[in-house]
């Protein structure tokens, strides 16, 4: 099957700087405790058809008890698959998943009869950028807009029936895809064939994978059997940690020193940088990290990988900081 952008991405971790990191502050993600987890982190739900995503997000924060949760890419109610779904203080990492690519398994129905290889012929011309007019019933701006179909593979042909995979851009409108494909596949007399979504399961998001869900059942049962028997294995197997979300962006490796100052809103200035990925180019959204891999903040690169490792500029611009003040020590 074909993978989404970041995941033929190589990245190279190289350093600036060698640092070390203190016990006495801080926790790696995999080390936190179950409650910590449930303060920042994120399920990702095998969504079922029916509820709304909105539904969704608030039948998780009702299992784990919780008042915060958000989703990341709204699925629409018949729509089953993966729904990240972010907690605690979690819920705005879901705004870097946004953008990220997604890909789903779509079952499509031709209006008409027409060769296997027309099809596969399609299927491969609408890779590429496409321009896609959002449905009337949608919750963007109703205009032109281009989006990129990363790949789209067939699995199966049944009578009319077409089952394919398509990884895609951000935003892009499968149901709108069925019916633009119909319209360019045409019978011999030049008659468009037709065609529409007959059924849709989102099988990545992100960085996070269909292997990776859990229902909504399986979440209720992992919360039981911690709150009462105190078994944490199917509850650490369903609440990830919040740092999974910022998987697909590259990453900036900051000195203990500079932590506490970057929670208080300070820009990340160069000195700072213990590592970095090299490919970050200036203009990317990065994630910046501790060196025990906790997420500290969201940001977007202002210098590229090369400049970060000179000895002066302002390498990362803040967009959202996650990491409580406090957490690490004042520099001193």
């Known amino acids: ?48 058809a029916g509820p709304s995503s909105h539904q969704v997000s608030a039948y998780v924060q009702q299992i784990l008890k919780l008042r915060k949760g958000g989703h990341s890419g709204t699925l629409d109610p018949q729509v ?28 499509m129905h031709l209006h008409k009869p027409i060769d296997e290889y027309k099809v596969r012929k399609l299927l491969a011309d609408f890779v590429g950028k496409i321009t896609q007019l959002p449905p009337v019933k949608s919750a963007v701006k109703r205009q032109f807009r281009e989006r990129r179909i990363y790949y789209l593979e067939p699995i199966d042909f049944l009578g009319q029936d077409v089952l394919f995979v398509a990884g895609t851009q951000a935003g892009t409108y499968i149901r709108k895809l069925c019916h633009d494909m119909g319209q360019a596949i045409k019978l ?28 909504l059942h399986d979440l209720a049962d992992a919360f039981h059997y911690w709150r009462v028997d105190g078994d944490e294995t199917r509850i650490r197997r369903c609440v990830l940690p919040a740092e999974r979300g910022v998987d697909h962006l590259k990453k900036v490796w900051v000195m203990d ?4 100052s970057l929670c208080q809103g300070v820009q990340l200035k ?58 690490y020590p004042r520099a001193t």
């Open 80 to 107: 089953t698959g993966v729904l990240p779904v972010a907690i605690g203080r979690g819920t705005r990492v879901v705004q870097s998943l946004l953008t990220a690519g997604k890909e789903y398994v779509c079952l």
């Open 257 to 260: 020193s500079a932590v506490e």
């Open 270 to 327: 160069v000195p700072g940088i213990a590592k970095l990925h090299k490919e970050i180019v200036c203009g990317d959204d990065v994630a910046v990290m501790t060196l025990k891999d906790e997420l500290i903040l969201v940001g977007e690169a202002r210098l590229d990988a090369e400049a970060m490792l000179g000895d002066t500029g302002l390498a990362v611009k803040s967009k959202q900081v996650f990491m409580r003040p406090g957490t």
């Open 1 to 48: 099957m074909g993978r989404l952008p970041f995941e033929t991405e190589t990245r190279t971790v190289v350093v600036r700087r060698e640092s070390v990191t203190s016990s006495k502050y801080g926790s790696r993600p995999e080390e936190r405790s179950v409650k910590e987890l449930l303060s920042f982190g994120i399920v990702v739900i095998d969504k079922p």
């Open 188 to 215: 011999d007399d030049g008659t468009p064939v037709g065609a529409h979504m007959v059924e849709l399961r989102r099988s990545k998001a992100g960085p996070f994978h269909e292997r990776e869900a859990v229902t």
